[in-house]
């Protein structure tokens, strides 16, 4: 689960309704602390982008880069990244304002704002690969913090990382799926 006192080694069972309200209260806390610094390097990245529009892959630094940064960062990145993978991979939230899941991925809207002329118009209506992508992104940081340390070279996982969204943004459609699109 995505949280648990006892995990914690917290006693006061209380506390935490004290403090945040509710488990997806402290949920929120944890992911606008972090999402905060993400935030600030996207930007960054994004800005640069935009100044001098490069090609596919530079954008999707723009996703990818600020998020691995947070394997790194000794103020609970790693949690934060596997606690983000957990949001965006339940089946049952919702994506409605103020949900867990909109607060992880309506941040990157500028990003998909970015991106969206690199799509095709299937891609980017019916089959929602931007989010997919996003889902994708956090799924395997997730995973990558779950591995000992030292962990292999991050930057090579961070720049495959990259080249697999582009590949998956991008990625042709089948004969099959062009054929259910107007069903």
Do not use: K
């Not at 006693?11 to 610094?37: I, K, P």
């Not at 961070?158 to 054929?179: F, G, I, N």
């Amino acid at each position: 689960t995505l949280f648990r006192s006892r995990d914690a080694g917290q006693r006061n069972t209380t506390a935490l309704q004290y403090h945040f309200g509710n488990r997806d209260g402290l949920l929120r806390e944890v992911l606008a602390h972090h999402l905060s610094h993400v935030a600030v390097r996207r930007d960054a990245l994004l800005d640069r982008y935009e100044t001098q529009p490069g090609n596919l892959l530079e954008l999707v630094d723009g996703l990818v880069m600020p998020l691995c940064a947070e394997l790194d960062c000794a103020d609970g990145g790693p949690e934060f990244l596997r606690v983000a993978a957990e949001v965006v991979n339940r089946s049952d939230w919702l994506f409605e304002p103020g949900s867990l899941i909109e607060q992880l991925i309506g941040t990157h809207r500028r990003w998909g704002e970015l991106v969206g002329p690199f799509l095709s118009a299937q891609a980017v209506g019916r089959l929602h690969r931007r989010f997919a992508v996003m889902r994708f992104v956090y799924a395997e940081l997730g995973r990558r913090t779950r591995q000992p340390l030292p962990r292999r070279d991050d930057r090579l996982f961070a720049s495959q990382l990259t080249d697999l969204v582009a590949a998956l943004l991008t990625a042709p459609l089948a004969a099959r799926t062009q054929a259910l699109l107007p069903r």
